[in-house]
């Protein structure tokens, strides 16, 4: 029975991003305390007509309070500048400090309701979930594996090994267009709006010559097409890119095409995971390639003390899995190393190894299921989950002297942790992932699963959204003047064809719209270069990563369609009630927008 917490205040959503400017030092410094019990208004000040929304300080601080029209409740909020350390690690919702301040960078979105209490299961990834890789030494190392196993076993040229890698250059949902070596960003409506072949821009002519004048829509999947959406792949497609370039400046010397090309990228890093080359130099120094986060361990108990079961599911084997958790969950010694031991299991029900995901989504997947000895890593046979009896009773098994409160196996599929959980409705685990496909749409499309992604790249996009809100708005005001001078200058033409004017207010009429034209262009001009300077103030090369242009991006798309949650870090979820109701934004069209913010 899942204990449930009453007389508890519901947390206040609102969007942080139609706040009139306030004066701040910065964004980082910046915090939103809440403190309404009774009610959650989203976007309800968008629209002024409605809220009315006022700055006034009490002591040092500064206070905005926002009234609503409708029901002339009066809700505060604090802002603060948090100059302590205590806001790199934030208490935990159940201590006696949490519950009272939440950073926008560390905030949970929704995009549909779910309602916590429901959920008697919460389940986590291990690799860029829990445990989060630094890019400048993993995506690195992953890197200079990659391209050893190019030049050492498929025969590429050595100068590869003079490369270097630029961890920053690459971002989450590109395409890889593998037959003409091109990488691609795309809106949510798939048309291409930011298009290089290797290193070098395409222009808007070679864009739509290629991707736009065809009569069937190109549908950029599988195979001819590669997706960029796990934070492991960026190393890839950036030495994808080096490829073309090299391969472009120096005919001959690699006589593989841009397909081909592609082709054993990836076979030399699926030689660097089977070889153990990357998770051999993790384990030997996993400070050194994982980030520390202390609230885990408290994450976990809480959700444990509210009556929730929690799993790992990871494809990593257990040797490894082990040596990372125990980094992650561990005590620490005074070189900031732990002991290799098992006391991390206490903070969980069922933990899968090996799982082969996304093909463990699928029930109908006849893989078996091992249990794991801990001690030694041997896999013993089991019936669903339960233990077989040996057949040679002189088989000297592993003595079982661990806390019988975790099982750990490996294989399986989701049929089986669902009987070993005892769930009885998919709908009653909450899944936390990184990948896109890999954790999030199969376990939510297929299973019915509720899901939350974690988006570490999500934490500056929303400080830079922040900053620059008033740079946004300009770009909105340099949109609607241009549509009204051409609106302009189509009315005057329109009077010159079926007006009937003389010859005398016809060449007034030319010179209107000869004036018109030229501001028009310098208009057009000022709107596209500051618009490609904000989205270039967000990535050099990329952009925005939820949008491009005015239209959210396709990897933004994916989010919105399949994660039921989505926030910067797995444990943001301990800055929030156990039992909370998340909810979304209410839905708008471009209609109601223009009537509403009237």
């Avoid at 699928?362 to 233990?387: I, K, Q, Y």
């Amino acid at each position: 029975m899942m204990r449930i917490a009453k007389g508890r205040p519901f947390s206040l959503c609102v969007s942080l991003f139609s706040l009139p400017s306030v004066s701040s030092s910065s964004f980082s410094s910046t915090i939103l305390r809440f403190r309404s019990r009774a009610f959650c208004a989203p976007i309800a000040d968008q629209f002024r007509s409605r809220r009315k929304v006022y700055l006034t300080r009490e002591s040092s601080n500064n206070q905005l309070n926002t009234s609503n029209v409708m029901d002339s409740k009066t809700m505060p909020y604090e802002k603060t500048s948090s100059i302590d350390g205590d806001d790199k690690h934030p208490h935990v919702w159940s201590s006696p400090e949490g519950g009272q301040r939440i950073d926008i960078g560390k905030q949970i979105f929704c995009n549909r309701s779910l309602n916590m209490r429901s959920i008697v299961a919460v389940g986590f990834d291990m690799d860029y979930t829990l445990a989060q890789y630094k890019p400048d030494t993993f995506e690195s190392l992953a890197y200079v594996g990659t391209v050893k196993k190019l030049v050492n076993d498929l025969g590429y040229p050595t100068e590869l090994l003079e490369w270097s890698f630029d961890w920053t250059y690459m971002v989450r949902g590109l395409v890889l267009d593998k037959k003409r070596g091109n990488i691609l960003k795309m809106d949510r409506h798939k048309y291409v709006k930011v298009a290089y072949h290797g290193f070098r821009e395409l222009s808007k002519e070679d864009k739509v010559a290629t991707y736009g004048s065809t009569l069937i829509r190109d549908a950029f999947d599988e195979p001819e097409y590669a997706l960029i959406d796990t934070l492991f792949s960026l190393a890839e497609a950036y030495l994808f890119a080096q490829l073309v370039d090299f391969k472009d400046k120096n005919p001959g010397k690699i006589p593989a095409d841009y397909s081909r090309m592609y082709k054993d990228v990836r076979a030399a890093v699926d030689l660097c995971h089977r070889d153990g080359t990357l998770k051999k130099m993790v384990a030997k120094d996993p400070k050194r390639y994982i980030n520390e986060d202390a609230s885990i361990v408290p994450m976990l108990k809480m959700l444990r003390d509210s009556g929730r079961a929690t799993f790992l599911v990871t494809n990593s084997l257990w040797d490894y899995t082990n040596i990372v958790m125990n980094f992650l969950c561990g005590p620490r010694a005074v070189d900031g190393c732990s002991d290799l031991n098992f006391d991390w299991l206490q903070f969980f029900d069922v933990v899968i190894t090996g799982s082969a995901k996304p093909g463990f989504f699928h029930d109908e997947n006849r893989a078996n299921l091992f249990e794991v000895d801990p001690e030694s890593g041997m896999l013993l046979n089991t019936d669903n989950g339960t233990p077989m009896p040996q057949v040679d009773t002189t088989l000297r098994l592993p003595l079982k002297t661990l806390d019988k409160g975790c099982q750990i196996f490996q294989g399986g599929n989701v049929g089986h942790l669902h009987k070993l959980l005892s769930i009885e409705s998919s709908s009653q685990v909450l899944y936390v992932g990184d990948h896109i496909y890999g954790d999030i749409l199969r376990s939510k499309k297929i299973l019915g699963w509720r899901t939350m992604l974690v988006v570490p790249e999500l934490e500056k996009e929303v400080e830079l959204l922040w900053t620059f809100r008033e740079t946004r708005k300009h770009l909105q005001l340099l949109r609607n003047k241009r549509d009204h001078i051409e609106d302009t200058i189509h009315h005057l033409q329109w009077s010159m064809r079926f007006d009937g004017v003389n010859v005398e207010n016809k060449e007034e009429l030319l010179a209107e719209i000869d004036q018109l034209q030229s501001q028009q262009e310098r208009v057009r001009h000022s709107h596209q270069e500051a618009q490609r300077e904000c989205h270039r103030k967000f990535h050099k090369v990329w952009g925005q990563l939820m949008k491009t242009g005015y239209q959210n991006s396709r990897f933004a798309h994916q989010v919105e369609r399949f994660a039921c949650l989505y926030t910067s870090q797995v444990t943001n979820l301990s800055l929030y009630s156990p039992d909370k109701y998340y909810r979304p934004s209410e839905d708008f069209m471009p209609h109601e927008l223009d009537i509403l913010a009237s």
